[in-house]
Structures are given as C-alpha cells and as structure tokens.
C-alpha cells in the first residue's frame, strides 16, 4: 500500500468563523448572553430581551448603552475583534464580561443579523446586515441612541447544527434562566424578557438586590432569606441565604456571583454546603444568593469561551469566610418552619417600556427502649458550652425574643399530644407543633457532639467486655484509628489472634448494643477512609440518635414534654433533627382561619 498526503488547505474565514460558532455558539441562550453582556459592558441601565420560537426562529436584545461608532460596526464583525482588551497582560485584569471578541463573528456566521446603533454624538444612526458572515447592506437610519441587534434563523446554513438542538419551549427556558442569573447579577440595570409576546420576567434596575430576588423568584423566597455580609481586605461577601425550608432537590439555587459575573465553583458549593450541613435532610441543596468582592489579581479567569467558570488563588480563605458568613446568617432569626408556605408562586411581572421609551434609570443610594426524658432540674444534663471560631453568634441572642427562649417558656399553653407523636404549644398569636422524636434525638446529638468536640465522652466499663472478631481489614481501622474510638468512649484492646475485646462504651449509647454500634462505626470508618473522622462520627452519632431517642407513636406525659422544649434552649441549632428535618412548625392564626375559610 502507497501512503498518499493529502494537500493542506488554507481555510477561508467564512469556514473558520463556522468551526470557531461550534465553541462561541452552541444553541440560542449562547447568543442571548453574548448579545446582553455586551449590552451590560457598553453601559446600559436599562436591557430588553425578546425571543420567539425558543429563541431559533428570531433574538432581539436592545439596550441604551453607548452605541457603536460608524467606522467600528463592520469590525465588531470580524473575528477577535474587540474593545476590551489590547494585549494579553491585559487578561490579568479584566472586569468586563466578554473580552474575546468571538462573539458578534461567531453569530453572523450562523445566522441572518441586523444591527441598528446610535452614539450619543451623532444626529443619525446606522442600520447593518450581515448574513452568514457576509456583509449585506450598510446604511444611515434613523434609530433611538443605543443599540439593537436582531439576529434570525439560528444555524439556518449549519442544518446538522441545528437538528441537536432541544424543542423550542426547552430552548427557551434555558433563555429564562439566564436573564433570572442576569438580573440578581446587575440589580442597577432594568431587564424586560419577552417569549413569543409574553412577559416572562423585568425588573426596576433601582439597585436594590430584594427587588431582584422578588422578580425572579416571587415574595415567598424573600420573606423565607437572611441577608449576610462579611468585609475584608482580600473577600467580600453579601447576599442572601435561605431558612433550611427553601432547601432544594439540586444545586440550581447555589448562586454565586463574583465580580459582578455569575460563576460556577465546586469550592463556594461545598463552603455553602458544609455551613447548611446540621439544617438540611441527605440530597436537599441550600438556596443562597451570594455576591463575591475579589481583587482581579486574587482571580484566575478561565478564558473558555462560557466564562463561567473561575479560579481563587486563595481557596482556603474564600472557603473559610463563606462558611463563616454562611452559618451566622442561617442562625441569625428563628428557623420555625411554616407549615403553610408554598414552595413555590407565580411571578409577578411589571409592566416595563422599551430601554429607549423612558429616562435613564439610576441605581438607588440604597431499636432498644429509648431514654427516658428527664424531668427534674438536677435529672436534666445540659452540655459545657462550647466556643466557636469569631463571627457565630452566642446563643441567646439567637432565641431571646423567639418560641424557643427560656424567657418565654413561662408564656407557652401546652395543649397536648396528638397521634403519640407530636405536641400542640400555643404561644401568642401561634400554635407550635412538635414532633417528639425529631426534637428528642436532636437533644441527644447536640449532647453526645458537644462531649466529642471538648474530649469530655463518658465512659461506662463492661463487664465481662464484649469479644469481638474482626476481619483483617478491620483489623487495620482499629489499629489506624485507635485513638479516634478512644476520644468517643471505646476502649478496644487485642485478646488474641482476630479477637478484640470492648472494655467500655460512651455513657451515651442509651442501652443500646455496643457491640453494633461498634461494628457500625468500624463500618463507615472503613467505607470512607479518605475522610478520616469527623464527618463520619457525626453521622454515627446521628444514627445512634435515632435509635435511642424516644420513638413516635410512644405516650409522653405533660411534664416530659415541658423537659424536652426546655432541652430544646440549651441547643444551637433546635429547629432540625440531625437529618435535616424540622423538630418545629408553626400555624399562625390567620394560617387556620384562611384554613376554615373566615377570611379569604
């Protein structure tokens, strides 16, 4: 066989424009942002977006931002051409949105696009078409200051494009989510989404990021959040952070905004996520909407093409303020869910003009027997309190005004127990509901954790010890970890070839079977060596918990329930079991007679 090269070719710009789009321009909502942010980066205080057939069939974005200069219309069409930058040590401090200059070529290459502009110097604008990269007409034309570019038949010349491409309600809603992240990202500017004549979403521009969280997400999600904000030389952080009842069944509500442009990043995920761990039940997602003040030079911006992931150079201290700030704004009110909040509402949408129709808008200056409850003050164990890092709030002013504050506790009306299960509190204007269980083995978690974190587990000795076979590969956890099972109250020591002998047990296991709850914590130890400890007894700890806590369906008596809601005040976090469900609700009284239909 004759191998044969084949002749290499110099590809003319239409074609390299064309393979350029596949990155630039993947489907509609790539167009959108392209198109918005240069509108945002020009200046513009107020953004309309309109989309029909999901965005494939026709996108007009118009802003009233600076406008393009005659000469430079038929450049911002060529490929790398842009105002951002001019050099590559210019990328180190970039703060606009778009910097690549792919953009506008990489749209007129697919697609039909008519440009109209005004500056604000000049008496006439200018009307420009391009179709497929090739230039169609350019003329003066009377248009408003700003600019307007309407871009039709999406892929029309790229046809094997244009087939993977999703059904044009998918493809819109991508659109939606985009101009969502776009409004809470730049609350000083007015956006107006419109889908096949339908006002999807708007908001004011006035500055005022509640507004935003309002228009997107609708009043339940702002009455149901906590603002934070944390200052410092290198991180700033502000925003907002929801009660654990907004949590989520993904990460789609981690919002997070750095340097004014929406951002993806596993370190801020798993920071938001570890501060919401003692609120949230196993695979729900906190709702936090997050804004990042960064150094440029702190930064490393990716230069992909989506822009939307970045890089700290400090990632510890970016985690660290992030779950500090986090956690004292999750414990900053009460957590007392209510029973009657709806997940979800409709969005209200104000009638917003055209950018070009109003004035400028300007930002605003502004398993066993469970343990018995205890009932008499000397039975009643409450745990040294612990310290914690600066920046968490000491406990009383969480609760002081609040259902669950000592000082109230003389206010409360125990009305009783219902379905074995749960207890009736009346308390001014509310009625509290307590699931027994929920609130008992959170007791005995916040018990058993803090006696861990101080090195202060009680042990009780057995007699005759537990003997207890273990497999070589738990063999080598006990021998790797002997010291961690100490600090939990296990003494553990070797009675001859693959036996160990259980000497004593924590205090706390409650006449549970030491011998599995041994075996359990060998076991996740096992499972997850990479993680070492402390996530995995806390998650022993929780099971144990559940198991010796007193269970539902059990009768309480009046006096222990009064014990356990006067355990619930010694605890930093009451509101949650330690899987996440809530001990509390409440039922205002005008949540039952909207019930029973008195008002309407």
């Known amino acids: 066989m004759v191998n044969t090269m084949q ?43 309109e989309i029909k057939g999901g965005g ?61 502009t005004k500056t604000k110097d000049s008496i006439l604008g200018y009307r420009y078409r391009i179709s497929g990269g090739r230039e169609l007409s350019f003329d003066e034309a009377g ?56 006002v999807r979403l708007a908001s004011d521009g006035s500055g005022d990021i509640k507004a935003c969280i309002y228009s997107v997400f609708g009043r339940q999600s702002v009455t149901a959040m906590t603002d934070i904000e944390y200052v410092s030389e290198n991180c700033s952080i502000t925003g907002f952070v929801g009660k654990p009842e907004t949590a989520r069944q993904n990460r789609n509500h981690e919002l997070f905004f750095v340097n004014g442009r929406c951002v993806k990043s596993k370190i801020l995920s798993q920071a938001v996520e570890e501060a919401y761990k003692p609120y949230l039940m196993l695979h729900k997602f906190p709702f936090v909407i997050l804004y990042y003040d960064i150094p440029t030079e702190l930064l ?61 808008i300007k930002p605003s200056d502004k398993s066993p027997a469970p343990a018995r409850i205890p009932t008499r003050e000397s039975e009643i164990s409450y745990s040294r309190p612990v310290s914690y890092p600066e920046g968490k709030p000491e406990q009383e002013t969480l609760f002081k005004e609040g259902f669950l504050s000592e000082d109230n506790h003389s206010k409360h009306r125990i009305i009783g127990q219902v379905f074995d299960t749960y207890w009736i509190i009346e308390y001014e204007d509310k009625m509290y509901i307590i699931d027994q269980h929920a609130a008992h083995e959170k007791v005995l978690y916040e018990r058993f954790s803090k006696q861990i974190v101080q090195n202060s587990v009680i042990s009780q000795m057995i007699s005759p010890p537990f003997i207890v076979t273990l497999s070589p590969s738990e063999e080598e956890v006990v021998r790797q970890y002997i010291s961690e099972f100490a600090e939990i109250g296990f003494t553990i020591e070797h009675f001859g070839q693959k036996e160990y002998a259980l000497s004593s047990v924590p205090v706390e296991l409650f006449g549970m079977s030491p011998h599995d709850y041994f075996l359990s ?14 996530a995995q007894i806390k998650d022993r700890i929780a099971t144990m918990a559940c198991k010796a806590a007193v269970k539902g369906n059990m009768r309480m008596s009046y006096t222990e329930a009064d014990a356990l809601i006067s355990q619930l005040f010694t605890l930093d976090n009451p509101y949650n079991c330690p899987h996440g469900r809530p001990t509390v609700i409440s039922f205002s009284q005008s949540d039952l007679e909207k019930l029973f239909k008195r008002i309407v």
Not at 11 to 16: E, K, N, R, S
Not at 87 to 106: C, K, M, N, V
Request: zero cysteines; a negative charge; glycine letters at 4%.
């Open 7 to 49: 002749m290499i070719n110099i590809l003319d710009d239409q074609t390299i424009n064309k393979i350029a789009a596949g990155e630039v321009v993947e489907r509609p909502v790539s167009v959108v942002k392209e198109l918005t942010e240069n509108a945002i980066d020009a200046g513009s205080t107020s953004v309309s977006i």
């Open 143 to 198: 248009v408003p200051e700003g600019t307007t570019i309407i871009v039709k038949d999406l892929f029309y010349n790229t046809p094997a494009r244009r087939k993977f491409l999703k059904s044009s309600a998918t493809e819109g809603n991508y659109i939606t989510e985009l101009v969502e992240k776009l409004i809470l990202s730049h609350p000083d500017i007015s956006f107006k989404f419109t889908s096949d004549g339908r």
């Open 300 to 360: 490393d911006v990716n230069v992909h093409p989506a822009k939307t992931e970045i890089r700290f150079m400090e990632e510890r201290l970016v985690s660290s303020v992030t779950i500090t700030s986090v956690t004292e704004g999750i414990t900053k009110k009460e957590l007392i869910s209510d029973a009657l909040r709806q997940e979800s509402e409709e969005r209200v949408v104000p009638d917003m003009p055209e950018p070009f129709e109003h004035n400028l």
């Open 521 to 534: 914590v060998l076991d996740d130890i096992a499972e997850n060596r990479p993680n070492k400890q402390p």
């Open 56 to 116: 494939i069939d026709s996108i007009r974005v118009t802003d009233n931002g600076t406008g393009i200069n005659r000469e430079d219309i038929p450049l911002a069409f060529l490929r790398h051409a842009t105002s951002k930058i001019h050099s590559a040590e210019d990328l180190a401090g970039i703060s606009s949105l778009g910097f690549r200059g792919e953009a506008l070529s990489s749209v007129a290459s697919v697609s039909k696009v008519e440009v109209m």
